[in-house]
């Protein structure tokens, strides 16, 4: 069982184990795609709590973009969540080799957003975006989109953690530099929680001045 899934993470790094192709941050798209994070704290805080989109229906956005982005780690890591979500080993290999078109009626349309938004490097066409938000309606198209961006910045960390690791083989990444790599795995190591503490700041601000009104309101 999970064969197929656990030989990801012995594969070779990328196709033909030569020049290592896959997306990966910059610092500059990196402390970018961290400010994004902190600006949309309470959007992905809201999808997480309101539970608009269930486990399994999260678990195969998860895997639609991660089949995308090449990801190992989250490809190994998303199987084994969405089979414990109550998802066949069939449909994660599926879903892993970029088949959705065995969707339900009813998750379609996100996963082939999904799928759409990771091939445009997190770039969707607008009409792409009107339609899912047709479907779904706003809210549910927003928490959509926040799994998207969650699972996007999970696959890019691991690629460029392995970007690293094939230029230490001698095959590194086109367009990028080992300062550069290093640069990403060392904010990705203390920028991350550093970002965390400022979002719990941030609520406990927001918290604090919603009190502070209330009581001058009384």
Excluded at 38 to 60: P, Q, T
Aim: one cysteine or more.
């Amino acid at each position: 069982m999970m064969n197929a899934v656990n030989d990801v993470l012995t594969a070779p790094q990328s196709e033909g184990d030569q020049q290592f192709s896959k997306r990966i941050y910059t610092p500059r798209l990196l402390i970018a795609a961290l400010k994004d994070l902190y600006r949309n704290s309470d959007e992905m805080r809201s999808a997480m709590r309101e539970g608009r989109i269930s486990k399994a229906f999260s678990e195969r956005i998860m895997l639609a973009v991660t089949a995308v982005n090449g990801c190992r780690y989250c490809s190994y890591a998303h199987a084994k969540m969405a089979q414990k979500s109550g998802i066949s080993q069939d449909e994660v290999e599926r879903l892993l080799g970029g088949d959705v078109a065995g969707a339900t009626t009813d998750e379609a349309p996100a996963l082939f957003f999904a799928q759409h938004y990771a091939e445009r490097d997190g770039h969707p066409d607008p009409d792409a975006w009107q339609h899912l938000v047709a479907v779904y309606g706003e809210e549910v198209a927003r928490d959509v989109l926040v799994h998207i961006r969650m699972i996007t910045m999970g696959n890019l960390s691991g690629n460029s953690l392995d970007a690293l690791l094939s230029r230490l083989r001698g095959r590194p990444a086109p367009e990028s530099s080992l300062l550069g790599e290093i640069v990403v795995l060392g904010i990705l190591g203390f920028g991350t929680p550093l970002l965390a503490v400022a979002i719990v700041f941030k609520r406990l601000g927001r918290a604090l001045g919603q009190q502070a009104s209330g009581a001058q309101v009384h």
